[in-house]
């Protein structure tokens, strides 16, 4: 325990999910070594303990799990797009009673929010609590900018039946994006139909709007591979824009055998050539609707290029529509052929 009362109390709320939740983890930890002084409370889902090493916290992160996440297994007969739902809808009241708790514990109350980018209800707290709030882009530079500019371009492509009808055409006039085209454009940013949003497409398109509140935003990404250009635009946007780096997770040496893998992955991973094989995964939230992954499983088939593919149990239940059929057949012959880590990475 820390043997004094901490100078400074934040609390951190992660989003769901190992490509969101380790980002922000790993920059706790930097952040928790460098300023031993300063208590941080880590909110996170009872579906991510195990991203954790609950053993090697330092004395002054605190693991309080403040939200389940079912989506991630949702039960039968409801679709992971209704459980995120529920999620997000009940997320700010949810986060709201874990930090009443952690400040009760902890004798300090919280000066600052520290949350994925994601999370935009932390601007209304931050607000009602009068604390700052600090939030992290896990994507590129170039993916924040399209939704800085979120209004713009859906003012500007939305009711423009001859751009929609253009998909290559570039987004001109729009700062940092003029060589990206309409069909790279995040998918909340191309939907046309606002009675057809879901709670997780209006938090997209809220960014433009809430993220310019928060103190600062900070960036997985390095002033070098930048444009400066497009740098020089976001600070524009911003209170305070930070590059701070790569936050990959420093893995560490298995404890086990990789034949003891029940896949058979990392067996087969062992004896593959450095830096030869191609991994695919697109999260636990988002991913390619089944046509899409019929195309990617028969374009692996077809480069004969190794790779492991990680797919998500639920691709193989009746509402996902590969469940039978050529597609199915192809997907499963392509997702196990080399072979890949089966469910979600």
């Not at 706790?28 to 941080?40: E, G, S, T, W």
């Not at 998909?167 to 995040?186: A, V, W, Y």
């Not at 250009?229 to 997770?249: C, D, I, M, R, Y």
Request: hydrophobic letters at 40%; proline letters at 8%.
């Amino acid at each position: 325990m820390m043997s004094l009362l901490p100078e400074k109390h934040i609390a951190v709320l992660p989003f769901i999910g190992a490509s969101h939740f380790q980002p922000l983890v790993n920059l706790v930890l930097k952040l928790a070594a460098a300023a031993p002084r300063v208590l941080f409370s880590l909110l996170i889902a009872t579906g991510d303990k195990h991203l954790l090493s609950c053993s090697d916290l330092p004395v002054n992160v605190k693991l309080y799990e403040a939200i389940s996440s079912p989506w991630l297994s949702p039960p039968p007969g409801e679709s992971r797009k209704e459980k995120m739902q529920q999620f997000l809808e009940g997320a700010p009241r949810t986060y709201e009673m874990a930090i009443a708790v952690a400040e009760e514990t902890a004798g300090v109350k919280v000066s600052c929010l520290l949350t994925d980018v994601f999370f935009t209800f932390a601007s209304t707290l931050a607000e009602k609590k009068q604390v700052k709030w600090i939030a992290l882009w896990v994507s590129s530079p170039q993916v924040l900018s399209a939704y800085a500019y979120s209004d713009v371009i859906i003012q500007k492509f939305r009711h423009d039946e001859e751009a929609r009808s253009q998909p290559e055409r570039t987004l001109e006039g729009i700062p940092g994006l003029s060589r990206m085209r309409i069909k790279d454009l995040p998918e909340a940013l191309q939907h046309t139909y606002l009675d057809d949003m879901y709670t997780l497409f209006r938090v997209f398109r809220e960014l433009g709007t809430v993220l310019p509140r928060a103190d600062a935003i900070l960036v997985i990404s390095y002033d070098e591979v930048t444009p400066e250009p497009l740098v020089a635009n976001l600070k524009s946007k911003f209170q305070e824009l930070l590059l701070v780096g790569s936050l990959t997770a420093s893995f560490t040496p298995p404890l086990h055998d990789s034949g003891s893998n029940k896949t058979g992955c990392l067996a087969w991973l062992d004896k593959q050539k450095h830096q030869s094989v191609a991994y695919i995964s697109f999260g636990t939230v988002v991913g390619l609707p089944p046509e899409e992954l019929f195309i990617l499983a028969e374009a692996l088939e077809a480069s004969r290029t190794p790779y492991l593919w990680s797919l998500k149990d639920h691709l193989y239940e009746p509402e996902c529509g590969l469940s039978s059929g050529p597609a199915c057949a192809l997907l499963d012959r392509a997702a196990w052929e080399c072979p890949p880590s089966h469910g979600d990475a």
